[in-house]
Each structure stands twice: as structure tokens, then as C-alpha cells.
């Protein structure tokens, strides 16, 4: 399993503060069948701005020496906060002050869990025009997003591809969260599973109870997609290999 979505360096964001920490929820994943890890810490929050490339490669080559040679691949990403002059931003890449996953075109963009704004289908369209393949995180769980399936069926449309939290899958965040995930998975707009993981015990690392879910409600090859041949497109930076078609089928 690839897992896209994970806060993994120490100290500069609401994941792990230390060393010791990050290496731990490494190595969680990687004992719960994670092979590759995408660090994605926040970036151009209001909180942690994060826009030192160099210093976040440290971050991340110091996990990795920590974690020595039998420890998952881990590779450099961001959790990138939209707001104004992200494109402009991109057009600096790939030495600018934005994170794409894994040094692709591929760009894991967050929205405020409130209100959006910017307009999310205006800001897709640019972004996919300009180039880039943005990938939304956690849709199910944008208050204001999340029960409108036509308005993110236009995202998937105008190029977006959504990320689903796994415990989002699992009732880990609650009932309503969860049928919205998997109203999307029900619905063919899930493209990536991630775990979003924060720490070691509210919201830690690994993926996989969510591909037993996944598995038992939509079949194996459905979370063979979402965790291992869709991520492994973005590694590759290649396109994602077909739309998600429309899964049918799902238990109670």
C-alpha cells in the first residue's frame, strides 16, 4: 500500500513534534503493510506556512535516517492550503515554495473545512489547465462540499482527483462521515485512500482496516486501486490509469 496523505516530519506543523515520534508512526505503517509513505505537512496555512523546500527535505532525510535500511520508502510532499496566489506559486516549481506529492504534477490541495473559498470549481479549472493534477483532500469531511455528490461529480470532472480518509471509511470520525465516504466510493469519485495521520493514537497511521473495508463493501480491486495502482501513478507522475467507473454492489 501507498499511502499520499501523511504528517510525518516533527515540529513544524500539528503532527508528530519529534524525531523519535515520526519514526514510530513510520514504522506503524510500515508493520500495518505500508511500503511508501508521501510526508505531506501542512502548507501555506495561516498556522504553518512551510515554504522552505530545503528545510522540509531535511525533515524528511532526518525520519529516514532514523529509520534505517528495512524501513518504508518515504518520499516529500505537502497538505497545500489554498487561497490567493497558489497558481502563481506553482509556476516557480519545482524549486518554489510549493510541495507537490513526490515531485510530481500532482498536488495535494486543502480547502477550509467551513467555508470555500476560494470557488473550488473555478480553482480546478485553473489548475488543471495550467497543468497540474490536483488532488482534493478529504472531501468527506468539508462540511460545505461533502452531501453535494453533483458539485464534486464537476470537480472530477474539470480534473480533480479526491482523496478519502481511511478512517473516514471505518466510523473512525463518526456516522455521518462515513456515509459521506462512502457515498463517494458508492458513487465512483474516490480516486486515493490515505490516513491523513497526525500521530500514534488519535489519528495514526496505516491503511489497513480501510482496505478490509473497502474489500468487503466494493471488492479487492477496488482497494488494490485506491491504495496501491492510482498512488503508484502518482509516483510515477503519470495519469491516473481510468476514470473510476461507478461501483455497484456494496453490502449493507
Do not use: K
Request: aromatic share 4%; glycine share 10%.
Amino acid at each position: 500500500m501507498i499511502d499520499i496523505h501523511a504528517h510525518l516530519l516533527p515540529g513544524i506543523d500539528d503532527g508528530p513534534s519529534r524525531l523519535e515520534e515520526a519514526a514510530a508512526m513510520c514504522r506503524a505503517a510500515a508493520a500495518d503493510g505500508c511500503t511508501v509513505l508521501v510526508a505531506t505537512p501542512h502548507q501555506r496555512h495561516a498556522l504553518w506556512w512551510n515554504g522552505d523546500r530545503d528545510a522540509l527535505e531535511a525533515l524528511r532525510s532526518g525520519v529516514e535516517s532514523a529509520l534505517g535500511p528495512a524501513a518504508p520508502r518515504l518520499l516529500l510532499g505537502a497538505a497545500v492550503r489554498v487561497g490567493e496566489g497558489l497558481i502563481e506559486a506553482l509556476e516557480d516549481w519545482p524549486r518554489g515554495e510549493v510541495t507537490t506529492l513526490a515531485g510530481s504534477r500532482y498536488v495535494l490541495i486543502e480547502f477550509s473545512r467551513v467555508h470555500p473559498d476560494p470557488d473550488p470549481l473555478s480553482l480546478v479549472h485553473e489548475l488543471a489547465v495550467a497543468g497540474w493534477r490536483p488532488v482534493l483532500a478529504h472531501p468527506e469531511e468539508l462540511g460545505w462540499l461533502a452531501d453535494d455528490l453533483p458539485t464534486i461529480g464537476r470537480l472530477v470532472g474539470l480534473g480533480a482527483a479526491l482523496q478519502v480518509t481511511g478512517a473516514s471509511l471505518t466510523g473512525g470520525y463518526g456516522r455521518r462521515t462515513q456515509e459521506r465516504a462512502r457515498a463517494l466510493l458508492d458513487h465512483g469519485l474516490a480516486h486515493f485512500v490515505a490516513s491523513d495521520a497526525h500521530d500514534l493514537e488519535r489519528r495514526p497511521p496505516g491503511l489497513a482496516a480501510a482496505v478490509r473495508e473497502i474489500s468487503r463493501r466494493w471488492g479487492p480491486e477496488v482497494a488494490e486501486l485506491l491504495t496501491v495502482t492510482n498512488p503508484q501513478a502518482v509516483l510515477d507522475d503519470l495519469p491516473l490509469p481510468a476514470p473510476s467507473e461507478r461501483l455497484s454492489g456494496a453490502e449493507a
